[in-house]
């Protein structure tokens, strides 16, 4: 790729004869920041999250009240992270082009800063059994998706607080899987309530979860037995999931998701414009700060497919 672009590189854009020049013909992946994440702006270099545990059910009264303990939760630090982008332009190429498409190439910049901030909002999905995390610091140390999620009020974890999978996605997994999210329990070992309403996935399993969650007959069967799962979920299709893997699905609580799901940008996407005097090129450049993390995982179950 041509850094910087000169008139030698791009010779042809100085000759009148061209029909056209094609360029920013292709559109970028929807922006799934806000459909995600709770998103909030911060001037400070990190932020902290702690939690406090639940209050264990009364016990009954024989004439002297038996105080109950509250243990803490985990701290979350999340540290967002700056980037940075820029094109140089030789100012002969600007001055002598034929076509107005050097000058917009700057423009270029927010679609190039856009599908960047795209990606990184897509990591809780498709790095969610990783522990190497990018901006947070987590005091519980386990992935988004685990078997081994932990608590400190000294409870059993033997059920309740695992939210992974390996089940491939078809209509008998999908029950079993909400089944599992029934199963969730909070910090003291308590079932809570959870309301699992989304499935999120690849292009590679859209027709089959379209077909599970709209079809008003059981899928693959010869029976006229109502479909459980019919219009009970939503759906969300992200086709960048398919660069990772293509047999991974979630299911989530869409409203616990916003809630404990953080986006925090640190300095919003800016740009940037200056020519260098000494070799008359033309710099443009952008720069964002950002960062996300959670602040609890029993908003989603993550189904990692071998």
């Known amino acids: 790729m041509a850094n910087p672009m000169s008139d030698m590189q ?3 854009l100085l000759d009148d004869r061209l029909t056209k020049v094609y360029h920013d013909q292709f559109s970028d992946l929807p922006l799934i920041i806000d459909k995600f994440y709770n998103r909030t702006k911060s001037s400070k270099a990190w932020e902290e999250y702690f939690s406090i545990g639940d209050i264990p059910d009364p016990e009954a009264f024989n004439g002297l009240i038996q ?12 540290t967002p992270e700056e980037y940075a982008g820029g094109i140089m332009i030789e100012r002969r190429l600007i001055d002598t082009a034929r076509y107005d498409v050097i000058e917009s190439r700057p423009k270029g910049l927010a679609k190039a800063a856009n599908r960047k901030m795209n990606k990184i909002a897509h990591e809780p999905f498709i790095y969610h059994t990783s522990t190497a995390f990018t901006f947070m610091t987590p005091e519980e140390g386990v992935a988004l998706c685990s078997n081994s999620h932990t608590t400190k009020s000294g409870t059993s974890t033997t059920t309740g607080f695992d939210n992974l999978s390996t089940l491939p996605f078809n209509a008998v997994n999908l029950e079993a899987v909400r089944i599992q999210s029934l199963g969730l329990k909070s910090d003291i070992s308590e079932r809570i309530d959870t309301n699992f309403d989304t499935i999120v996935h690849g292009s590679n399993n859209a027709e089959a979860v379209w077909e599970v969650i709209n079809s008003q007959g059981k899928v693959d069967e010869m029976t006229n037995n109502a479909n459980f799962q019919h219009r009970k979920w939503k759906q969300i299709e992200l086709p960048l999931l398919d660069d990772y893997d293509t047999n991974d699905w979630f299911i989530v609580d869409s409203g616990a998701m916003k809630d404990n799901l953080l986006w925090i940008d640190g300095v919003p996407l800016e740009f940037m414009a200056t020519t260098d005097f000494d070799t008359m090129m033309r710099k443009y450049a952008d720069y964002f700060v950002v960062g996300w993390g959670w602040i609890d995982w029993r908003f989603i179950i993550g189904c990692s497919v071998s």
């Not at 105080?67 to 999340?78: A, E, L, R």
């Open 10 to 12: 791009f010779v042809r």
């Open 67 to 78: 105080y109950q303990g509250v243990s803490p939760g985990y701290h979350t630090k999340i």
